[in-house]
Structure formats: C-alpha cells, structure tokens
C-alpha cells in the first residue's frame, strides 16, 4: 500500500497509543442503531436529564459571563465516549442561563477530541450562528477524582427536539453553510486535529487536491482497521486498489478539464443524532462535530447508510436543490458510495459486533469492478493461483510423509 499519513504525527504530539483508540464505549452499545444494516423502525431517544453532577472549578473558569452563579448541574443526555451534563446558573442580573458541558477522560485522546470539537463549533458559529450551539471554552479537569486527565468542553444549550430535523429546513441551513463557508487558505484540510467520535482524522494538513486529502484520510481509517481488527488478505487487495485506483478516477476529475469545487466547511460527522431540531427556536442546528475543509458531498456519504434516516431520498433529494451536484454530475452516486467508505469504516471499528467491515469491503469490490476491473480480475487469479500453489505444495507433502511412512513399515 503507498505511503500516506496516517497516526504517526499524532503518536509523537501525544504518546497516544492503539490502546487508547481501543477503549471501549462507557455505555451499553445499542449496535442496530450506531452500526446496523438496516432502516430503523423507533425514533432516537430523547436526551434526559439524570442525577447532579459534580463540576470541577475548572468549569467555572470559562463561564463567559462575570458573577455568574451556578444554581445546580445534572448529567444530560448520552455520550459513547465520555459525559454530558446540563449547568444551570443565574446571571448578575437574576437572568436564567444554562449551559452545555461534555467531558472526555481518555487522556491525550481526549484532548484531541474536546479542541477539534471546539474549533469545529467555532468554525460553524462563525459561518452560521445559528447552525452550531456557541462554544464557550475548553480545558482540563483540575480535581483529582479521575484516574485519566480529563478534558471538556462548554457550549451554548440548546435543547434537543425532533431528529433529524425537517428536511427541507434542514437541507437549506447545511447548503448555505457549505456555500458561505470560505477555507482561510483556499485549501482542504483544517488548522488542527478533529475527530470521528474518537477517532483522530487526517484533517491538520493543508491540500490543494481533494483527491490527495480523502486519499489519506481513508488510508488512515484503513490502517486504523487493521490495527483493530488485524489482517484480511481479501479486504486489503481491495483497499489497496480503491486507494490507487478509483479515488483518482473518481475524485480527479472534479479538479481536471477546468473544473474546479470549493473547500466547503462541513460538519463532519453528520448523522441522525448529531442534528436536531432545536426546542425553543424550531430551527435545525447541528453538533458533536469533526470539521475541516472538504469537498461538500463528503457530508452526505455519511447519510448513505440505511441506519440513518438522513439516507430517506428526501433528504438528499432537497440538498441537491440547494446545492447542485457537482461535474461530472453522473458520477455523484458513485462519489457518494466512496465517500461513505470512510463513515462505515469509522463506524467499524467504533461499534463492537457490528458487520460494516464486510458491508465496506463489498462496496469497495463494487466501485472496483467498475472502475478497475482488469485490476480486480488480475488479483483474483494471483490469489487463485497462489491457493492452487499452496494446495499442491500440501499435496506434495503428503505424499511425501505417506512413502516415508510406507518404508518405515517395510523396514
């Protein structure tokens, strides 16, 4: 396989380790709904609020407003990776105010996820206000109750409704943040590190090539996979052609023969429950986000997925008129099954017992046998002759070992 970035930057910023990319979920993993195969049949449930929640005074340093007090603080919602919790406080003046709170404690890892979640919201905040909660501030844990360090992140609440949001609302919001958005260098790619849940991505390098940046970016899921779940001889000969063949016919043309995409800021991560309808206002927002610059159809392979009710044609169908699908215009569908490669392989290695890496390599063969198919045939016989190979070999062997036997009986 060629030679891309993949974890090494981070390993020598962070001394972060394949254990840390291991660790386990903190809650028990519904896998139909994070990782199935099919269209779900109940809604997402509603974040509720639990039992108080001690804050550190770490906290308390980044409430944005002076002589704020805090009245009380309750976990919040569900997160996989870490806690969330509601602050409710009283402004110097008697107005009331709540606030957002997650915290990681994973370590250098969670550092890595709480930044590139805030310079995610901050990113989007400054594009569309109105589409991302306001993040506050970002820091670590000071109190000693953690076996870990422990990161969080403050923000603006927003209270959870229907999710996903109405289609049509919610369609019109994300097209107009990827038309508005402008990358501070023109490139692809993002000022620092952001996340996949808690997988790191490729996103602190700056491209003029979409293809380069989402060459590495699944070559980085790829080698993450491998880690986790150890060698495919199968997958990996259609990794590697994907990599060296269909993300350049593919993607290359979107940058050839005068054609050119902008680098649009997306969210990243944009699935069913990282979006919602917000309670008070009746406007869609989007959070958990893993941002950078991209070319803005990466946002909807995530939607591919028939677990995710984004995948319902209406959905994509009002995105493309709000935003239309770039040229060549009668590859999209096959753009879109290429990006959400790199969604489903996140989602593999993420969600314990889930079946995306078969789901991923079955997609990889297709986009293969289209678009390289000589390729594909050519290691399919290798590998058929390599087994025949071996079976004569095995062959040999035992009949070897058999005359053996039979002389040691005549003697």
């Not at 993607?251 to 990243?268: D, M, T, W, Y």
Request: hydrophobic share 35%.
């Amino acid at each position: 396989m060629a030679s891309v970035t993949t974890l090494t930057g981070i390993l020598k910023k962070t001394t972060l380790g394949i254990a840390a990319i291991e660790s386990k979920p903190i809650v028990e993993v519904d896998v139909a709904r994070h990782g199935g195969e099919d269209a779900p049949v109940e809604p997402p449930p509603k974040p509720t609020l639990g039992g108080a929640y001690e804050l550190d005074e770490a906290v308390l340093d980044v409430l944005p407003i002076p002589g704020t007090k805090v009245t009380s603080a309750r976990r919040y919602g569900m997160s996989l990776w870490g806690q969330t919790a509601k602050i409710f406080t009283e402004l110097p003046g008697g107005e009331k105010m709540n606030y957002f709170l997650k915290s990681v404690s994973l370590g250098d890892l969670g550092q890595i996820m709480i930044e590139g979640e805030f310079e995610s919201l901050k990113a989007i905040n400054a594009v569309a206000p109105e589409f991302a909660p306001l993040p506050h501030g970002w820091g670590k844990y000071r109190g000693s109750r953690h076996t870990e360090d422990t990161y969080f992140l403050l923000a603006q609440f927003r209270e959870v409704g229907e999710q996903p949001p109405d289609p049509i609302k919610f369609t019109a919001r994300l097209a107009d943040m990827h038309k508005r958005s402008v990358s501070p260098t023109g490139k692809f790619g993002f000022h620092t590190t952001t996340c996949h849940a808690k997988l790191p991505q490729i996103t602190s390098c700056r491209e003029d090539s979409w293809e380069a940046l989402y060459r590495k970016q699944l070559a980085h899921m790829i080698k993450l996979d491998e880690e986790k779940h150890g060698e495919w001889p199968e997958f990996q000969h259609v990794c590697k052609l994907t990599l060296e063949k269909v993300i350049p016919r593919l993607l290359g043309p979107l940058q050839a023969e005068g054609r050119s995409i902008k680098p649009c800021l997306v969210q990243g991560d944009l699935w069913d429950e990282n979006t919602a309808t917000d309670m008070d206002t009746g406007e869609p927002f989007v959070f958990d986000a893993g941002s950078f610059y991209a070319h803005n159809e990466y946002e909807i392979g995530n939607w591919r997925a028939p677990r995710h009710r984004l995948s319902s044609k209406v959905y994509v169908r009002n995105y493309k008129r709000n935003f239309p699908v770039s040229e060549p215009e009668d590859e999209w569908d096959d753009r879109n099954l290429l990006y959400s490669l790199r969604f489903d392989l996140g989602t593999a290695i993420l969600i314990p017992g889930c079946n995306q890496r078969q789901v991923v390599k079955d997609n990889m063969a297709l986009l293969c046998k289209k678009y390289c198919p000589k390729d594909l045939r050519a290691i399919s016989e290798r590998r058929m002759l390599s087994s025949l190979n071996e079976s004569s070999e095995d062959e040999e062997a035992e009949e070897e070992e058999e005359e053996e036997e039979e002389k040691e009986e005549e003697e």
